[in-house]
């Protein structure tokens, strides 16, 4: 059975700083990666989706890594501001099976203006 | 674009009586479909998926039930709310390959009194 785990699950830190946050998975046979944000009350948002044979996507200040042999992928956030604190979620979809994502607890993030 | 619309955004249920909550994707057709539930310090936990018109399948057992009536059409319901049924309820789409993109609607919050 498929486990997702993302550390830590709670980050603060001072706006401008980059930071990583991290997830890990126990069964490295995925079709892909997501990663989402949460703000409180809400949905989630998509941020990026990687295949399983890509290393790693950009879009804007946010870059995910996929190192699917380790079962690892990192969300790194450049120099963060107050607007980005939320929730991040990982999830990972299996090779068989039902095909339905697998998600982690989440990080929370909050960052000081 | 595609967009997907999620109501009500909040209910307060008594418990024993019925819930109807419904989901439905504009702009893409034959989508995968997908209700989760977020229980307050709980990770996301899949309740239903449907491939197509419907074909409903279940992950867990439990108190409610889902039907998808038409092609972007999916509702969740169920007879007699039980306080374990509360919780935070997201509908979610994928394109009709199984490896596609996730994407959510902003969600049901179900309180059972």
């Known amino acids: 059975k498929q486990e997702v785990t993302q550390i830590p699950a709670a980050l603060s830190v001072p706006e401008g700083e980059n930071l990583v946050l991290n997830c890990s998975f126990t069964?490295?046979?995925?079709?892909?990666l997501q990663w989402f944000r949460q703000d409180p009350g809400k949905g989630l948002t998509s941020l990026l989706l990687?295949?399983?044979?890509?290393r790693e996507q950009t879009s804007g200040r946010l870059n995910a890594s996929l190192d699917k042999s380790s079962g690892r992928s990192t969300l790194y956030i450049a120099a963060s501001q107050p607007g980005d604190s939320a929730t991040y979620l990982c999830?990972?979809?299996?090779?068989?099976?039902?095909?339905?994502?697998?998600f982690g607890s989440g990080t929370r993030l909050q960052v000081q203006p | 674009s595609q967009t997907i619309h999620q109501w009500p955004a909040t209910l307060v249920q008594p418990v024993g009586s019925p819930l109807s909550l419904e989901c439905t994707v504009e702009?893409?057709?034959?989508?995968?479909l997908y209700w989760y539930r977020q229980a307050a310090g709980r990770g996301l936990q899949l309740l239903f998926y449907?491939?197509?018109?419907?074909?409903i399948s279940s992950e867990v057992p439990q108190n409610l039930s889902a039907s998808r009536p038409q092609d972007r059409q999916f509702i969740l319901s169920s007879k007699k709310l039980l306080l374990s049924d509360s919780g935070f309820y997201l509908c979610?789409?994928?394109?009709?390959?199984?490896?596609?993109?996730?994407?959510f609607g902003e969600g049901s919050r179900l309180t059972v009194l």
């Open positions: 990687i295949q399983s044979s890509q």
């Open positions: 999830a990972v979809r299996p090779v068989t099976g039902r095909r339905a994502l697998t």
């Open positions: 069964d490295s046979a995925i079709y892909n």
């Open positions: 979610a789409w994928s394109g009709g390959e199984a490896t596609g993109e996730l994407f």
């Open positions: 702009g893409t057709s034959n989508p995968n």
């Open positions: 449907s491939v197509g018109i419907g074909q």
